[in-house]
């Protein structure tokens, strides 16, 4: 057996490769599909099959542009309601490649078409079988079950089918069963996944707070629980690839934007989006702008940041940076951008237009002023709830970024507030945000609570969490 995982870090998005005797197999494909091409080609492999686990909520599938390209066949749930040619497989169906067999097992939960497939490779017997478990089960988490609401399921109906799932289907398997997930740590897809990307049965019996001995009403109530709100973008995405996503090489040029171009579309209710890292958007950027760098999850939180079908224009280092920022704004749905700043934020600085800038903190020059300041700091704590509950700095409020506008109408704007996440990436993210709400004394923790705690710096653990 060949076996390849391939891994998207800003989107925290797992697809496989698996390939015997010539005949390939391609699970959960992102939008550009090239690797996917190039290395079955490499491995003298035929992509025969294209497996969909489920209507992906948080990017846009690659499977009817591979399908094109390769003649594979598109695989996926009966309940999907697919509308292009595949193979629509039930619980219990059976395809095989090579020497490898694909058993399939409804497992619905996450959404109600999800399928896992258990893959033996009937040339070694002795070895362990693969479980392709989509988001239904992820390494130290299980799949988020609010995300059907707009097919006409409960949170708390599809939290039942995922304990179902689990418990009759997922956990009667061999302890020796590893375990490959479409999604891993940073994807909103689930609430507290490991940074691992693969496991076993029997090792997520033991370590998966979601697979401990409980009720399955208690089950229900801890799923839908404090559950963030699902990007906008989820619902759009999962249409698009019930559909399926035209060719990236149809999607259209864009073009380059003079400053005065850039502003006349700004006004005209254009989003600026600056994928500079924080730490060149930080100190000087262009006023409202909103920056989401290059150098983190960017199409993840681009897609929980911004309005679905806005139109965007790029901010970029280089030509080669904003053709990244298109690549992977369209994994997630996104086609609105109408240009780019020809130039970059240089040439918007030498056109004298107007500039501002958020100051960037080094975390030991933060720590100081946390010490040694008479009156409590404004803090704010941007990382995800379960983040703030392991420790953060004492009288921080959370303010998770992907609800912060919410929050923004109970925030003090003329307070100086100090914005600190993991790294300093999504600080920045908040910060830019904040500046558009008219937040004028903002300050950017540079390194994080990362920094922070590898400095030795004290925490609290936060009351009732």
Request: glycine share 10%; charged share 20%.
């Amino acid at each position: 057996m060949y076996f390849k995982q391939f891994y998207l870090g800003c989107l925290s998005h797992a697809s496989y490769l698996i390939g015997s005797d010539g005949h390939g197999v391609v699970i959960d494909p992102q939008r550009d599909v090239d690797q996917y091409v190039d290395e079955a080609k490499a491995q003298g492999l035929t992509i025969e099959y294209i497996i969909e686990t489920h209507l992906h909520a948080d990017f846009v599938s690659g499977h009817k542009e591979l399908a094109e390209r390769t003649g594979a066949k598109i695989v996926m749930s009966h309940r999907a309601g697919a509308r292009f040619e595949h193979i629509a497989v039930s619980d219990g169906d059976t395809l095989d490649a090579g020497s490898l067999r694909m058993h399939f097992l409804e497992t619905p939960g996450h959404t109600p078409e999800a399928v896992s497939i258990l893959m033996e490779d009937r040339s070694d017997p002795s070895s362990p079988k693969k479980l392709f478990t989509g988001d239904t089960l992820f390494i130290g988490d299980v799949g988020r079950p609010d995300l059907s609401g707009s097919r006409g399921f409960t949170a708390e109906q599809m939290a039942g089918l995922l304990y179902d799932s689990l418990h009759q289907k997922l956990l009667t398997l061999d302890d020796s069963v590893e375990v490959y997930p479409a999604h891993g740590a940073g994807s909103l897809c689930g609430r507290n996944m490991s940074q691992e990307t693969w496991s076993t049965i029997g090792a997520q019996r033991i370590e998966n707070y979601a697979l401990k001995p409980m009720s399955k009403n208690d089950f229900i109530g801890m799923m839908t629980t404090g559950l963030p709100e699902a990007p906008t973008y989820f619902a759009k995405d999962v249409a698009l690839n019930r559909e399926g996503a035209p060719a990236l090489g149809a999607l259209p040029a864009i073009p380059k934007l003079s400053p005065e171009e850039v502003m006349a579309q700004w006004n005209r209710g254009a989003l600026l989006l600056d994928v500079r890292p924080s730490e060149v958007y930080g100190p000087m950027h262009i006023p409202g702008s909103l920056n989401i760098g290059l150098d983190g999850q960017f199409a993840s939180w681009a897609g929980t940041m911004i309005e679905f079908d806005r139109p965007l224009i790029l901010v970029a280092e280089s030509d080669e940076s904003m053709e990244q920022a298109l690549t992977r704004l369209a994994r997630v749905g996104f086609t609105s951008v109408v240009g780019g700043l020809d130039g970059g934020f240089h040439a918007w600085k030498d056109a004298g237009l107007p500039t501002a800038g958020t100051l960037q903190l080094p975390v030991d020059d933060f720590y100081k002023l946390v010490a040694t300041s008479k009156e409590p700091l404004h803090l704010l704590d941007v990382r995800r709830p379960a983040e703030f509950a392991t420790g953060t700095i004492a009288g921080a409020e959370s303010v998770p970024l992907a609800e912060i506008m919410r929050h923004i109408p109970h925030l003090d704007r003329d307070a100086k507030a100090y914005v600190i996440c993991g790294s300093g990436y999504r600080s920045s993210i908040a910060t830019s945000i904040l500046e558009s709400a008219g937040f004028t004394h903002l300050v950017n923790v540079d390194g994080g609570m990362n920094a922070y705690n590898a400095a030795g710096y004290p925490t609290v653990v936060p009351a009732g969490v």
